[in-house]
């Protein structure tokens, strides 16, 4: 008898223009179109294999056997490619976060990308990238971009079949990100919950909807002009719009912290000196800032002396999600 081990990595991806909303929770179906910047710091390096003899699906994360709560996340996912493949087998699923040590900035979308990738090899449905982007994305949505690298557009589309990612540029043109851990603590509210509160109760929902399609087309020919300066700006001003729709919400909330402000006004006086660098902040109080990679150190100096306690990490551009070893072996 063989043993099939298949070990697939996926990069996290930074929106420039947020995924902010569900049109269909199920399908993980988005409200808007969104588009990111692939890291290559942070990725999920996760193996999938056959429990031929098994009743459950066993997830075990970073040497851990996960709870039953977090198992059936997995399974329900898992059953997407069970389903689509014809087969019934249990399922082994080993994963491993590669975030530096308690950064807090773990995330659903390398997480998704890499499963995903590894069960379209092991269920061998060898789907190309735009289907099992598709698949990834009723996983998390944010996860849909992380199967392609550099710069990823995540098209909203009209259903489930066409609502995928596709590269828009890989970003090899001095482009970088820096991330400054504001907090390690576990988040309070989801970006699940939190995207699900502003959508049902913020009067501002409606405006950011209508102001993402417009961003998303204007960064997109700040993309296609290289043009870095309109790029930062379009991602700042569309991050900070996200935000606002939280204080419309009912409950109003918040990810932000004192010290989140903190880093928001230093990245302007960075700016101010004549070193351009753009903000940008998801579902929690840490800040990423888009920079240029050839300015990238001498930023990351300044934030770092300001902010000694919570040193700056740096990130190139990622690629898109890939297969690591698919290694047959006896047993
Ligand atoms: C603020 O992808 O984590 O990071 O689809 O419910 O799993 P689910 O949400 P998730 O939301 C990400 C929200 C965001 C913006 C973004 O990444 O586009």
């Not at 934030?303 to 306690?309: A, I, Q, S, V, Y």
Request: aromatic share 8%.
């Amino acid at each position: 008898m063989t043993e099939k081990r298949i070990t697939a990595r996926a990069h996290t991806n930074i929106a420039l223009i947020k995924y902010w909303g569900k049109r269909d929770e199920k399908l993980f179906l988005p409200m808007n179109s969104s588009l990111s910047l692939t890291l290559d710091a942070f990725y999920t390096d996760t193996t999938t294999s056959f429990l031929p003899e098994s009743q459950e699906d066993i997830f075990i994360l970073n040497g851990v056997t996960q709870e039953k709560k977090e198992q059936e996340k997995i399974s329900a996912f898992i059953d997407l490619f069970r389903e689509a493949a014809g087969i019934s087998t249990k399922i082994k699923v080993e994963s491993t976060n590669h975030v530096p040590t308690a950064a807090g900035l773990a995330s659903s979308a390398s997480a998704f990308a890499a499963l995903g990738t590894s069960l379209n090899e092991l269920t061998g449905m060898k789907m190309d990238k735009t289907t099992l982007s598709t698949f990834v994305r009723q996983g998390s949505g944010s996860a849909t971009r992380s199967i392609f690298g550099g710069f990823v557009e995540w098209d909203m589309g009209t259903n489930s079949f066409d609502s995928c990612a596709k590269q828009i540029d890989d970003a090899s043109w001095d482009i970088a990100m820096l991330t400054i851990p504001v907090s390690t603590d576990k988040k309070k509210l989801s970006s699940r919950e939190g995207m699900k509160l502003t959508v049902e109760t913020s009067a501002f929902y409606p405006a950011w909807v209508a102001q993402a399609g417009k961003d998303l087309h204007m960064i997109k020919e700040a993309i296609a002009a290289k043009d870095f300066i309109r790029l930062g700006e379009i991602t700042e001003a569309n991050g900070m719009k996200m935000h606002g729709t939280m204080l419309g919400a009912i409950p109003p909330f918040s990810y932000w912290e004192p010290l989140t402000v903190k880093v928001l006004q230093k990245v302007t006086e960075i700016r101010g000196q004549g070193l351009p660098c753009y903000y940008t902040m998801d579902a929690g109080p840490n800040v990423k800032v888009l920079c240029r990679k050839s300015q990238a150190a001498e930023i990351k100096q300044i934030l770092d002396d300001t902010f000694p306690e919570n040193l700056s990490i740096f990130s190139g551009v990622g690629q898109g999600a890939y297969l690591l070893t698919d290694i047959e072996k006896g047993r």
